[in-house]
């Protein structure tokens, strides 16, 4: 599968955006799908997961109660609503998919990535 984020932009703190992951091929669905990200200087970190049907969610504990990670099958997209943004989420953000539905949080769990997108907030 290939994966393609977009959405990404500039936004001044307290402000919202919406992630979009296209991918391609007919398997989407048959795929747990994950968002990271990675700051500058700093490692891969996990933002959200989600399994192939979206009826479970997971979230890192800094994006809890403010980021919603969604998918929708029929158009082989993924989305990161991101609302309350803080300075600290600025970051790039990458869209991955794997089979595991175990170990969401780590890098190595994820068998495809994207190409990220980049995410500056302004304080």
């Known amino acids: 599968v290939q994966l393609q984020a977009s959405g990404g932009g500039l936004v001044q703190a307290g402000g919202s955006l919406r992630l979009s992951c296209a991918a391609s091929g007919r398997t989407f669905s048959t795929y747990t799908m994950g968002w990271f990200r990675q700051a500058p200087g700093k490692e891969r970190e996990f933002v959200a997961a989600i399994d192939w049907i979206g009826s479970s969610t997971y979230y890192a504990d800094s994006v809890k109660g403010r980021f919603t990670i969604s998918r929708d099958n029929a158009k082989n997209t993924l989305y990161l609503q991101m609302n309350s943004l803080k300075p600290e989420d600025t970051a790039v953000y990458y869209c991955?998919?794997?089979?595991?539905?175990?170990?969401?949080?780590?890098?190595?769990?994820?068998?495809?990535w994207g190409p990220g997108t980049l995410v500056t907030v302004s304080s």
């Open positions: 991955a998919a794997g089979r595991r539905g175990s170990s969401l949080e780590y890098p190595t769990t994820y068998d495809y």
